[in-house]
């Protein structure tokens, strides 16, 4: 079963601290690797996404770790701020060969305090 | 441009009664995927159409149905309704199919 395993469920950062949240994979097909933000009442928003030929990708704060060979990727959050406070899910698809549905990690709620 | 609009973004229906959903996408969008998110199984695919086809279903039962027009926009349905339908509806467009953009959502309950 294509299954994307997301942790911690959820996370308190200090104000100015790094939040991270890893995903781990099992499909090994997997090869577009997305990560999404939500506020309350608000859809998902597309926050950064990452193809397996690369094992970092940066945007602003934010932060893609990819690690290929264990199947597991994080998203990395500098200096983190209070209006960082969201839910955060990471996804999990197939590009090249036809497009498959995104797989969703169950989320994780990041709360920044000051 | 504007974004990924879904109407309306509040419902409440009673058990057995049936309901329809809007997504209109962003335009130049030709796909559309629709998605139920809960608070126990998180985001879950439902099905996406691409220029009116169904391309993908997920695991949901035959009581949730869509389709969409000529012009990208697209409905779903859910026929006998249940207290476990009760969840955040959402649509996502995209232009070729992965990178998606999400609609605010439909909340629905079902009393």
């Known amino acids: 079963q294509q299954q994307v395993k997301q942790s911690p469920q959820s996370l308190i950062v200090q104000k100015g601290g790094i939040s991270i949240i890893n995903c781990a994979y099992e499909?090994?097909?997997?090869?577009?690797f997305p990560w999404y933000q939500q506020f309350p009442g608000k859809g998902p928003a597309l926050l950064i996404a990452?193809?397996?030929?690369?094992s970092e990708k940066k945007e602003g704060r934010f932060t893609i770790s990819f690690n290929k060979s264990a199947k597991q990727f994080s998203l990395h959050i500098m200096d983190s701020q209070p209006g960082d406070s969201a839910t955060y899910f990471c996804?999990?698809?197939?590009?090249?060969?036809?497009?498959?549905?995104?797989?969703f990690g169950k989320g994780t709620r990041l709360s920044v305090i000051a | 441009k504007a974004g990924v609009t879904q109407t309306p973004r509040y419902l409440i229906k009673t058990r057995g009664q049936q309901v329809t959903l809007s997504c209109s996408p962003i335009?130049?969008?030709?796909?559309v995927s629709w998605y139920q998110q809960t608070p126990g199984q998180g985001l879950q695919f439902l099905f996406e159409?691409?220029?009116?086809?169904?391309?993908n279903k997920g695991n949901f039962p035959g009581r949730f149905s869509g389709r969409q027009f000529s012009n990208s926009r697209s409905e779903m349905n859910v026929s006998t309704l249940e207290l476990g339908d009760s969840a955040l509806y959402l649509c996502?467009?995209?232009?070729?199919?992965?990178?998606?953009?999400f609609g605010p959502g439909t909340r629905l309950t079902v009393l």
């Open positions: 996804a999990a698809s197939i590009r090249n060969s036809g497009n498959t549905p995104l797989v």
């Open positions: 159409y691409f220029s009116e086809t169904q391309r």
């Open positions: 990452i193809r397996p030929d690369v």
């Open positions: 996502a467009s995209s232009l070729r199919g992965n990178e998606q953009f």
């Open positions: 335009s130049g969008h030709r796909s």
């Open positions: 499909n090994t097909a997997f090869d577009y």
